[in-house]
T-cell receptor, first 111, second 115 residues
Framework: QKEVEQNSGPLSVPEGAIASLNCTYSDRGSQSFFWYRQYSGKSPELIMFIYSNGDKEDGRFTAQLNKASQYVSLLIRDSQPSDSATYLC???????????FGQGTRLTINP | DVKVTQSSRYLVKRTGEKVFLECVQDMDHENMFWYRQDPGLGLRLIYF???????EKGDIPEGYSVSREKKERFSLILESASTNQTSMYLC??????????????FGAGTRLSVL
């Protein structure tokens, strides 16, 4: 079983709708959870991080964490074509200094 | 703004060459990382350094070595490049925090082709 699992997609969402990206992780000791966005040919950039159970909102983005279910998600409201990218979920691994990345979900927003 | 700079965006080398990839960060971060990213395999950690002259192997260290002589600079070395090392290489850095808040900031990446 992979340590961090994401649906690779592609996930296709119409412009203006809510895009929902999901991630599960296997290490119950993980404490920090990150969402990175990566445009094609570019490097990952951080868009959200969450440490506590519940929701965290930042503009059009909401991260949701459920440690009991070992599940973290990212919601993108009012999706725009510029949101089309691969979204990487990352969680702290053995030793809090390292991150374990999922393979990413490719998201396409259709105008 | 955090700046992580990788010396080359694109690099073409021949099999057997010694290859140096350089990374510099300007945020006084303790931790620095080298990853490679391949389609279908995601980001894989090659090496990690948490202090000057300190290093730790990641998930795929074979065929690579690293050097960290100064805090701001972390070099990845391919001792004898092979075609299976053709990949996108990403450097990242972060603070050494007491808690679990470990945000990594990435450089622009180096796309290496080994012919």
């Amino acid at each position: 079983q992979k340590e961090v699992e994401q649906n690779s997609g592609p996930l296709s969402v119409p412009e203006g709708a809510i895009a929902s990206l999901n991630c599960t992780y296997s290490d119950r000791g993980s404490q920090s959870f990150f969402w990175y966005r990566q445009y094609s040919g570019k490097s990952p950039e951080l868009i959200m991080f969450i440490y506590s159970n519940g929701d965290k909102e930042d503009g059009r983005f909401t991260a949701q964490l459920n440690k009991a279910s070992q599940y973290v998600s990212l919601l993108i409201r009012d999706s725009q074509p510029s949101d089309s990218a691969t979204y990487l979920c990352a969680v702290t691994g053995q030793g809090a200094q390292k991150l374990v990345f999922g393979q990413g979900t490719r998201l396409t927003i259709n105008p | 703004d955090v700046k992580v700079t990788q010396s080359s965006r694109y690099l073409v080398k021949r099999t057997g060459e010694k290859v140096f990839l350089e990374c510099v960060q300007d945020m006084d971060h303790e931790n620095m990382f080298w990853y490679r990213q391949d389609p279908g395999l995601g980001l894989r950690l090659i090496y990690f350094s948490y202090d000057v002259k300190m290093k730790e192997k990641g998930d795929i260290p074979e065929g690579y070595s690293v050097s960290r002589e100064k805090k701001e600079r972390f070099s990845l070395i391919l001792e004898s490049a092979s075609t299976n090392q053709t990949s996108m290489y990403l450097c990242a850095s972060s603070y050494m925090t007491s808690g679990a808040k470990n945000i990594q900031y990435f450089g622009a990446g180096t796309r290496l082709s080994v012919l």
